[in-house]
């Protein structure tokens, strides 16, 4: 069967993890993606949290799927013809290096630009043009400087980051977006673009409602807040909201039973305006249905601290799956709170391709998340990761089509490094 991407070439000099996010979801999209790794080393993340000796971590795998790899000395002189005839055969460079990293390789976007104008040229940076432009940054610096730990967390505790990998993957996610766009404007123009995402805009675009909060602040208290109930005057800015729902309907986490041993038996409860007598009928106080400082939502806000403590009577008898299942039949938007344990274990998520379980020569069988997005005319399919180096040959011979002898010079350079790594030994 076709893939959506088919005949899209990409160049993916990219590492850890925003990058790599970005051409695994353009390679389970169909696309041809070429990693491109420095000699001997390879991606940072092959060796980083390793937990099988010898083999690439699954930092590595689970973020490389369905890729080639070459390895290539940037800096060698033959590396760099090597990379520039790659450059004009892909449709797509995808790298998010450091600040400068490229253009001291000799990559200018001029560069690019007059050795394949139909070039797609996409980064991830820490930050757009301004200030702090020149900074190196990871995941975390992302979640502070994009809005999202200033947040999260508790009001009276510190700011929070969260497991999400929202300044990575989320980035990531927006610049293939950005990628896809391009390439459709591409069919009109026959020009490529350069394509920026830098993840504290990616952060801050997943915190929108957090600054649509701190422009309501000027019009009056968050009254959806729990601290407006708990008469706790607001700041200057969006405050902490713990696990207030953020939106128009309040919601909270409340204990199910077995949460003195279990730190993940809790259920997310959402006290929706619509099924509020439903609500009642279900914790067995049925007076606050038509009782006036309960019966509608605007009396409700300043209560909301004493709701919950009462729903949570009722979830503390049941399991979390229990309680979910009572509360679906009458329309109670809930969600239990699922440990990795139990997502792995969930026989759904692995029928959908959700959870896929991937075979490695290396390490043996993993599971890993497959394509979140299903397309039904360009369905994913998940293969291993390369090991490093796995694909020179190849590419240099079918890709590129050099001949035999200039496959030998290249590698006589050094080019491709001495030998291969400790993943592929
Ligand atoms: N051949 C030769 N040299 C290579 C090479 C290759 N194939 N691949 C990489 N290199 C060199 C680069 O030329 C560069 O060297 P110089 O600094 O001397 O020019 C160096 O390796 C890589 O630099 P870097 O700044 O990208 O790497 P780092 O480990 O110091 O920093 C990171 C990592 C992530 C902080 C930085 O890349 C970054 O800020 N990236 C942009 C934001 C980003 O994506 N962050 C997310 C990280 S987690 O997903």
């Given at each position: 069967m076709s893939k959506a991407l088919d005949g899209v070439r990409i160049l993916d000099f990219t590492h850890v993890q925003s990058g790599p996010t970005c051409t695994q979801l353009l390679a389970w999209l169909g696309a041809d993606c070429i990693k491109v790794e420095r000699p001997g080393?390879?991606?940072?993340?092959?060796?980083?949290?390793?937990?099988?000796?010898n083999a690439d971590s699954l930092y590595f795998t689970m973020l490389n799927h369905n890729k080639r790899s070459i390895t290539l000395d940037a800096k060698n002189p033959k590396g760099k013809e090597v990379l520039e005839a790659l450059v004009k055969s892909c449709d797509v460079l995808v790298e998010n290096f450091g600040p400068g990293v490229l253009d001291r390789m000799g990559l200018t976007w001029e560069h690019i630009q007059q050795l394949n104008p139909r070039m797609i040229y996409a980064s991830v940076k820490g930050?757009?043009?301004?200030?702090?432009?020149?900074c190196k940054v990871y995941e975390n610096v992302a979640q502070c400087t994009g809005g999202a730990a200033s947040t999260t967390?508790?009001?009276?505790g510190p700011p929070v980051v969260t497991g999400a990998q929202i300044g990575d993957s989320g980035t990531g996610l927006h610049l293939a977006l950005g990628i896809v766009a391009a390439l459709y404007q591409r069919n009109a123009t026959g020009r490529g673009q350069r394509v920026l995402a830098a993840m504290q805009d990616g952060v801050l675009n997943l915190c929108r409602v957090k600054l649509r909060d701190q422009q309501r602040l000027a019009h009056g208290p968050?009254?959806?807040?729990s601290q407006y109930g708990e008469g706790v005057a607001f700041g200057k800015a969006t405050p902490?909201?713990?696990?207030?729902?953020?939106?128009g309907q309040p919601g909270w986490i409340l204990k199910c039973k077995g949460w003195e041993n279990d730190p993940d038996a809790y259920i997310y409860f959402i006290t929706q305006a619509p099924v509020w007598a439903e609500i009642c009928k279900v914790i067995g106080?049925?007076?606050?249905?038509?009782h006036p400082d309960y019966a509608t939502p605007d009396a409700r806000l300043p209560r909301l601290k004493g709701i919950f403590a009462r729903i949570e009577q009722w979830t503390t008898t049941k399991t979390k799956f229990e309680a979910m299942d009572i509360l679906n039949k009458f329309d109670i938007p809930c969600g239990p709170i699922l440990s990795m344990k139990e997502i792995l274990e969930e026989k759904s998520l692995r029928e959908t391709g959700t959870i896929v379980e991937v075979d490695h020569p290396k390490r043996g069988k993993y599971f890993s998340v497959g394509l979140p997005i299903k397309l039904s005319d360009s369905p994913a399919e998940v293969k291993r990761s390369p090991l490093l180096g796995e694909h020179n040959d190849e590419i240099l011979r079918?890709?590129?089509?050099?001949?035999a002898k200039k496959v030998e010079e290249i590698k006589a350079s050094g080019a491709l490094g001495g030998s291969k790594s400790m993943a592929a030994e």
């Open positions: 080393v390879g991606d940072i993340t092959r060796g980083q949290l390793r937990d099988v000796p930050f757009g043009p301004g200030p702090y432009e020149d967390g508790f009001r009276d968050l009254k959806e807040y902490r909201a713990g696990n207030d729902s953020g939106g106080q049925e007076d606050w249905i038509t079918d890709v590129l089509k050099f001949d």
